[in-house]
């Protein structure tokens, strides 16, 4: 019969047999995994929300059995989720290409052209232009977050008119630091997804966006781009660099005609 572990917590380590040893240690690793944590958002009933585990091995140097901790399984779905809340998609990051209704030709053709990039293994950027309300945030949200969930990249996502704001509000309050620490952020973001793209600006915001694009386009980091202006437009205000957005999108670019009948705000008034 198995001794009693009250039996066994009474004597000296030194005396006790193999089994007893390991009934010791199973109980404190039970112990410790059932004990509860304060992670939230996933509720895990293997680290009871500790984002940890406790398992046994033996140790390679003395072979004896020992415990030791390792990260949960949990926690990788935890960085993502936290990966995702950082990146700034908000209410988008629900957004899959389920909720991308295509019916007529232009919005398959588009469906079809975001479903070969997310499956693209080069560093080509995705930019679509043109039309208001024609589901341009809505398509590169689906794929900001094909990137975040399906190959667990990390992407930032910004509105250019937000941007700029902060830029400019952390620039009134004379932190220098903060401005670029936000400004290199953006930069070196491993997905950068900028929404209306040039909505408004002035030649000093035009800096910024000619600073971000020809970094990234040198250092080879993957942007979505999404703007109401069209292909002409935005070459006349800088060759040069939206030439380098073009090259980089390749056949990822989609220029979406003025058409009020695309505008899907209006689809049922129209
Ligand atoms: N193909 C679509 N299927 C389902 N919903 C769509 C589709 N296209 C657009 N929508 C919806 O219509 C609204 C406008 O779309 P979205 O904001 O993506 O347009 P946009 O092209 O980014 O417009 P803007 O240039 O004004 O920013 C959103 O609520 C979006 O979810
Ligand atoms: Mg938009
Ligand atoms: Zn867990």
């Excluded at 047999?17 to 039970?30: F, G, I, P, S, Y």
């Excluded at 043109?130 to 398509?139: E, F, H, M, R, S």
């Excluded at 030649?203 to 999404?226: P, W």
Aim: aromatic share 10%; hydrophobic share 35%; net charge positive.
């Amino acid at each position: 019969m198995a001794t009693k572990l009250s039996e066994i917590l009474k004597q000296p380590h030194t005396k006790m047999t193999e089994d007893n040893k390991m009934r010791l240690l199973n109980m404190r690793v039970d112990d410790y995994n059932k004990s509860k944590g304060e992670l939230t958002e996933i509720d895990c009933p293997i680290c009871n929300n500790k984002g940890l585990v406790m398992k046994i091995r033996q140790n390679p140097m003395f072979n004896y059995w020992e415990e030791y901790v390792t990260d949960c399984e949990c926690m990788e779905k935890r960085k993502l989720l936290y990966k995702a809340r950082k990146s700034g998609l908000g209410d988008y990051l629900k957004k899959t290409s389920k909720d991308y209704e295509a019916t007529e030709q232009w919005q398959k053709d588009i469906l079809q052209k975001a479903s070969d990039y997310c499956k693209s293994d080069n560093d080509n950027w995705f930019v679509i232009l043109g039309q208001t309300g024609a589901g341009k945030t809505l398509i590169c949200s689906i794929i900001a977050n094909y990137h975040l969930f399906n190959l667990n990249k990390s992407v930032v996502y910004i509105t250019w008119t937000d941007f700029i704001s902060r830029l400019k509000r952390d620039m009134m309050s004379d932190n220098a630091q903060t401005v670029s620490k936000y400004f290199d952020e953006v930069k070196n973001a491993e997905i950068l997804f900028i929404d209306e793209l040039l909505k408004k600006y002035n030649e000093t915001d035009l800096k910024y966006i000619i600073e971000i694009i020809n970094y990234r386009y040198t250092e080879g980091l993957k942007t979505i781009i999404s703007s109401e202006r069209e292909a002409g437009e935005l070459l006349d205000i800088d060759e040069a660099t939206f030439g380098r957005m073009v090259e980089k999108a390749g056949k990822y670019i989609t220029n979406i005609q003025k058409d009020r009948k695309k505008n899907y705000r209006l689809k049922n008034i129209l």
